[in-house]
């Protein structure tokens, strides 16, 4: 009796045990997702009309009289971080720049400073000079400055204004006027940093949406009977091109290659549209004018009453059976596939057909060919932007493309090496190759 009392009082501190942990597991959840919420809301609403004393002000004067001034009319302001410099090279120390204003080492820490008080007659490097070697520092040329002059000389203050300066008061300092001048620079500075990191996040938010993107596409294959890769070259972020492959069945492989107006954000967002779309239509519809079919009537629906834009996309769908030897396809729209036979000696084909780009119109009828296959045979499948890295005249790329990737893709298994230029490389167009091998 004592040990089954044991057991339950065992029991139920595991189930309070387990029950804690996922009470603070979703708690954890929770908390998280508040924080990137609001996380996420700093991009889209903030209010720049707060208070700046907590803002660093550098002041620069080789007179202490002069700084000693400004420094109490900015304490009696509210200003609680001030820092003074007595000369240029004192400014450029507190900078993080060498005594001449360049940049001691890559990747110097941001020296935290917000506005930058100026005196523009100083002995050595005056204002002027140390505005130009602020302006020249990636790292600091959004920091602003106000002149401070003595000088009713109108072609030196339009010289530091051109030198880089926002504003400029005039000694002797009216004070009212000072501190109006400072809050509006500071609130330009305010401004600046949060677009800065506004567009901080965004990067990194693209840049995890690159790789979602790329994640989702299908790995290489390599079968008895077929080998299947692919070269992926997006000009942005993100792209709007699309590349996909499935196992039909034991002898059937469903490859397609998708090519969405435009290239960024919208198109690559249809794109994982049809991308889900097309890993079913593959299976359950199987063959090309179906699945053709199928494409369309979804992409009729990201077409809303309410936008002008038409979202549409060219497509080449194909079914490769090994145990007939043959490949079915569709074009629609799509720049032309190329057959390279085994044998050089004979000419290759184009997986042409025309048609009518997915998601233009609703009624709208798809052509399926069809051409035999022999072990060793390649088929070349890519998109438009391939065309643009072939010069010459415009009519004649698609020919020049064509015969560059057939004699080419006997010689090479790279293919880098077929579309050309060094991986990385910033390209007009998304770029997308598809290699399929017969065996």
């Known amino acids: 009796m004592q040990a089954r009392a044991r057991r339950k009082q065992a029991a139920s501190r595991r189930k309070a045990s387990a029950g804690w942990t996922l009470s603070a597991t979703w708690a954890t959840i929770r908390t998280e997702k508040r924080r990137q919420r609001d996380k996420s809301s700093f991009c889209f609403c903030h209010d720049f009309r707060g208070d700046y004393i907590n803002m660093r002000i550098v002041v620069v004067d080789d007179n202490a009289m002069n700084i000693t001034v400004v420094q109490e009319m900015l304490k009696r302001a509210g200003y609680r971080d001030i820092r003074a410099a007595s000369s240029g090279m004192e400014l450029f120390s507190i900078l993080g720049l060498s005594e001449n204003g360049e940049e001691m080492r890559e990747g110097a820490p941001d020296p935290g400073v917000d506005l930058i008080l100026l005196d523009m007659m100083m002995p050595r490097i005056d204002g002027i000079a140390a505005c130009l070697a602020i302006q020249a520092s990636e790292r600091l040329r959004d920091i602003p400055v106000i ?166 996309f060219t497509a080449l769908y194909l079914v490769v059976d090994l145990a007939s030897g043959t490949v079915e396809y569709v074009n629609a729209g799509h720049p032309p596939g190329i057959l390279v036979r085994c044998d050089a000696a004979l000419p290759q084909e184009r997986l042409s057909g025309g048609g009518m780009a997915v998601g233009m119109f609703e009624d709208v009828s798809f052509t399926k060919h069809v051409l035999k296959l022999q072990p060793g045979d390649q088929l070349l499948l890519f998109t438009d932007g391939l065309l643009e890295l072939v010069t010459g005249p415009e009519e004649s790329r698609l020919d020049t493309l064509l015969d560059h990737l057939a004699g080419t893709v006997r010689h090479t298994g790279s293919l880098q090496e077929l579309v050309g230029g060094e991986e990385g490389l910033e390209r007009p167009d998304d770029c997308c190759l598809v290699r399929i091998q017969i065996s």
């Open 147 to 312: 002149m401070v002059t003595a000088m009713g000389d109108s072609k030196k203050l339009a010289e530091a204004l051109d030198a880089g300066a926002i504003d400029y008061v005039t000694k002797p300092i009216n004070r009212i006027e000072l501190l109006a001048r400072i809050r509006v620079a500071l609130r330009l500075k305010q401004e600046k940093d949060w677009h800065k990191e506004r567009d901080r996040r965004i990067r990194e938010e693209l840049q995890l949406a690159k790789e979602v993107q790329s994640a989702a596409l299908p790995a290489r294959l390599e079968e008895s009977g077929i080998r299947i890769d692919a070269l992926y070259q997006p000009s942005e972020e993100l792209s709007g091109d699309l590349y996909a492959w499935n196992r039909i069945d034991e002898n059937r492989y469903g490859i397609a290659v998708i090519d969405a107006m435009g290239h960024g954000i919208s198109s690559s967002l249809v794109c994982m549209f049809i991308a889900s779309v097309l890993r079913d239509a593959m299976v359950t519809r199987v063959e090309p004018v179906r699945v053709m079919e199928e494409l369309n009537r979804r992409a009729l629906q990201l077409q809303f009453a309410d936008q002008l834009i038409q979202y549409y």
